[in-house]
């Protein structure tokens, strides 16, 4: 029986992870799925309840699961705790990347063709919408290599980048696998022109690509993808790449979307379940404390991440499937909340939506 970890949060999580289990709870009868969750604090509501931000007990909850859904965790109220090492956005969602080995993140670039209008792009380039998969390696290379730190009086600073090869055959195969769910195109980002790592990378993924013979791998400088993504995206189907090009790459791509409430993103960890890979999967928004209680966040992204657990974590591509295209069907339908409505149009608040995209499951 699939057991999920379901951490709602701070701000809007609660609001929206409720829509999400309402989904959760359809897809399960719809598609049999025997689904079972059980919910654990994080976040700042946890630090006040227990003095933590990531009470073992809600750490437990998740080692023992087969994926979590996680909603947001910070906010104006824990912004000051001290030591800062308990804030919610560091006691609680580092230690959760560390402890559960989550290495890979998985960040869809959706765009609805309906929500053409919020791209920043012109709609030549994005006639009949966006879908690329940006998987960026996570615990690896600048942001974590050692040496780091000051010398000369504060005057010198160090950064080391480091990749080794099984770091970088891990993340590869996550994006064979994926393109191999996919259009079964996969591009590979590195900076081989001027990086040691970068070249390791590429030669390792050279090497990688020999067992997965049906996916098409191409190479691609990381300035030249940044270039890329605003020029032509549509050449892009699944993009892999370490961990700061992955960072930068992943926002500039999420910015073709234009709308923050529909970003979803997965993290996978490195342990395997009965159905799949665990991992943890969020919207890619924080907890939004402006709209708090006000029955308007938008839900999407959330059951557009419970789409991703279904497919990674859970095996389930068909009900992941019916979730995607009944969110497409009620935007096309016109439905939308406040923070993707055209300004001066009407809208709908968080339950609304979420009954209209029950309704097509
Ligand atoms: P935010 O993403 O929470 O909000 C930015 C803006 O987008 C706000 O105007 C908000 O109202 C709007 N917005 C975000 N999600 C929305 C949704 N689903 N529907 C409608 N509107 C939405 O970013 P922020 O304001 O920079 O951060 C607020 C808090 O969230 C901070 O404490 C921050 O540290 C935390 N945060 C947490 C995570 C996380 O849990 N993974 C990620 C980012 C920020």
């Given amino acids: 029986m699939p057991r999920i970890a379901v951490l709602p ?48 007990s809600t750490l437990a909850l998740c080692k023992e699961s087969d994926a979590t859904l996680l909603g947001a965790v910070g906010g104006p109220k824990w912004d000051n705790v001290q030591p800062s090492s308990l804030r919610p956005e560091v006691g609680a969602l580092l230690p959760l990347r560390k402890e559960l080995e989550l290495f890979a993140n998985l960040r869809p670039v959706t765009l609805f063709p309906a929500l053409a209008s919020a791209s920043s792009l012109r709609a030549d380039i994005i006639s009949g919408g966006l879908d690329i998969l940006v998987v960026r390696e996570l615990t690896g290379g600048m942001y974590f290599g050692q040496p780091k730190g000051r ?45 040691e790592t970068s070249r390791l990378w590429r030669e390792v993924v050279i090497d990688v690509a020999k067992e997965y013979p049906d996916i098409e791998l191409s190479h691609m400088l990381v300035d030249n993808c940044a270039m890329q993504l605003v020029r032509n995206p549509k050449q892009f189907d699944v993009i892999v790449t370490e961990n700061m090009f992955g960072d930068i790459l992943s926002d500039e791509a999420a910015m073709l979307t234009g709308s923050l409430g529909m970003l979803s993103s997965a993290s996978l960890g490195t342990r395997q379940t009965a159905y799949g ?9 924080g907890s939004a404390p402006d709209i708090v209680g006000k029955g308007i966040a938008n839900p999407l992204a959330t059951f557009l991440s419970v789409s991703l ?12 499937s019916a979730l995607e295209s009944a969110v497409a069907e009620v935007l096309s339908e016109g439905l939308r909340t406040a923070d993707i409505a055209p300004a001066g149009s009407p809208s709908v608040g968080t339950r609304a939506i979420s009954d209209a995209v029950l309704a097509k499951l």
């Fill in 9 to 56: 949060g701070d701000g809007i999580g609660p609001e929206i992870v409720r829509e999400a289990l309402r989904v959760l709870e359809t897809l399960s009868s719809r598609f049999q799925l025997d689904l079972t969750w059980e919910e654990a604090l994080v976040g700042g509501v946890a630090y006040d309840a227990t003095g933590h931000p990531l009470p073992p």
């Fill in 151 to 195: 010398e000369d009086g504060g005057n010198r600073a160090i950064d080391t980048c480091v990749y080794t090869r099984p770091e970088i055959e891990r993340i590869a195969r996550v994006g064979f696998e994926a393109a191999g769910k996919r259009s079964k195109r996969l591009c590979s980002v590195d900076k081989a022109n001027v990086l």
């Fill in 277 to 285: 890979t665990f991992g943890l999967y969020e919207p890619a928004h």
């Fill in 309 to 320: 657990l279904l497919r990674y974590s859970l095996g389930q591509p068909e009900a992941a």
